[in-house]
């Protein structure tokens, strides 16, 4: 498929501060990347260079093929930037912003009314079209500034916090609408809301202190936690002892540990041997094997404790 983001070697310093280390990535066409980093980490740096906004100090970027920095006009047509914060002109109504981008863009008459309906429709900005942009709510202001962005449909689309201030609601509709475009465009989202990521993202990178630290799917990031793929067992108090030896007996267990206890149960956890049957398979097997557990289940792990891992860990330290 074709890439459509590329970026290498991108660096920028602010004074003696090093806010990008070096970054190269490639999103190629029907790709959603999730762009995750702990507060500082050169998210929001990273994507204003890939959109021309800020020049790197190293590196290139090139967005459709088309080099950012050698030539932004061309570039910038071929893209739609969500910005973080999502700056307006507060004391234009939605319309009149909406129109003003169109004019800017380069669309006028039929075909920017068109436009403009199909960036309202998806966003559900009918109601509030002709209000102040200053007097909506921060919901309201995030889906304008998301309308803006996609009123020329971009082959690429880089937003920042897309879904900030939504509520539960919003946030699902903004996810759906990610979801369907990214059918014919590249994408890059930043968030904090690591759920989104499993939601919407084919694949994620994790940054730290300006440089990657991770790179894959949702599912391959959480294979890395440790308890990723052991097999939870709740059981009754009294039963737990007799249960933990009888998991034990299974040559494809390699140990179990007791994990909580509370209100009478108690939490295990089996751990697979290297070259094991599949957990699920191990789960079937013991809820067949032991009629007393009260339920079994295979760990997946989330991508919170991912997260936490990584830039926390000595290695992430140390790399970044």
């Known amino acids: 498929m074709a890439v459509l983001i590329e970026a290498s070697g991108l660096e920028k310093r602010f004074g003696a501060i090093i806010a990008v280390d070096g970054i190269s990535l490639e999103v190629q066409r029907g790709e959603v990347l999730g762009f995750l980093g702990p507060n500082g980490a050169g998210k929001s740096t990273t994507m204003k260079m890939l959109t021309g906004f800020l020049e790197p100090d190293a590196g290139s970027a090139r967005v459709a093929g088309i080099d950012v920095f050698a030539a932004p006009k061309l570039a910038k047509a071929k893209l739609g930037y969500l910005p973080e914060g999502a700056p307006c002109y507060g004391d234009m109504t939605a319309r009149a912003f909406l129109a003003f981008i169109a004019a800017i863009r380069g669309f006028d008459g039929d075909d920017a009314r068109r436009r403009i309906a199909i960036a309202v429709e998806r966003t559900q900005?009918?109601?509030?079209?002709?209000?102040?942009?200053?007097?909506?709510s921060k919901g309201f202001k995030r889906r304008v500034a998301?309308?803006?962005?996609?009123?020329?449909?971009?082959?690429?689309?880089?937003?920042?916090?897309?879904?900030?201030?939504?509520?539960?609601?919003?946030?699902?509709?903004?996810?759906?609408?990610?979801?369907?475009?990214?059918?014919?465009?590249?994408?890059?989202v930043s968030t904090h809301i690591l759920e989104e990521v499993d939601a919407v993202c084919s694949r994620a990178i994790i940054i730290n202190r300006g440089r990657i630290v991770a790179d894959g799917t949702a599912e391959a990031l959480m294979r890395r936690l440790p308890y990723h793929g052991t097999i939870a067992v709740r059981v009754a108090a009294g039963r737990a002892e007799a249960v933990a030896k009888a998991l034990s007996d299974f040559a494809a267990i390699a140990k179990v540990e007791t994990m909580a206890v509370a209100n009478g149960k108690v939490q295990l956890r089996a751990v697979p041997r290297d070259g094991a049957p599949a957990a699920s398979e191990l789960a079937s097997l013991i809820r067949t094997r032991l009629i007393e557990v009260e339920e079994v289940s295979v760990e997946r792990g989330n991508l919170d404790d991912v997260f936490r891992q990584i830039t926390t860990s000595e290695a992430g330290t140390r790399h970044a």
């Not at 880089?158 to 465009?185: C, F, S, W, Y």
């Open 146 to 188: 998301i309308a803006q962005a996609i009123l020329h449909d971009p082959q690429v689309l880089i937003m920042d916090e897309p879904t900030d201030g939504l509520d539960p609601n919003q946030k699902h509709q903004v996810r759906k609408l990610i979801g369907e475009m990214a059918q014919d465009k590249a994408i890059i």
């Open 125 to 136: 900005l009918a109601s509030v079209l002709e209000q102040r942009i200053e007097t909506l």
